[in-house]
């Protein structure tokens, strides 16, 4: 499996964030081809050392790093990442990797 983590920094306005991301972002981008499961953190982000600058964490799972490629390079992807430009007004970091049980 392989997953794409999505970092969301603090957004000016939260209240504003958290309702398009539940309204909009997320109809958008379950639509993604190849997606196997979708999770967001619920609540606050902080890190072991206190605030993190983090507002919230997207975990999206797919078979492996080749299928994230393939799936952002489809309609669907390249709508789901254009979307985030609307709302993410804290800026964005995204990390995709392979994952192994140990």
Do not use: C
């Not at 969301?8 to 379950?30: E, G, L, V, W």
């Not at 190849?34 to 890190?47: D, H, I, Q």
């Not at 492996?64 to 430009?85: H, L, M, R, T």
């Amino acid at each position: 499996m392989a997953k794409l983590v999505v970092l969301y920094k603090t957004p000016k306005d939260t209240a504003a964030f958290d309702a398009y991301y539940a309204s909009t972002h997320i109809p958008i981008a379950k639509k993604i081809p190849g997606l196997r499961a979708y999770e967001v953190s619920s609540g606050p982000v902080p890190s072991p050392a206190g605030d993190s600058g983090i507002h919230l964490v997207a975990t999206l799972t797919f078979d492996n790093v080749g299928a994230i490629q393939a799936a952002f390079a489809s309609p669907e992807g390249q709508a789901a990442a254009a979307d985030v430009g609307k709302f993410a007004s804290g800026g964005v970091d995204m990390l995709m990797f392979e994952t192994k049980d140990i």
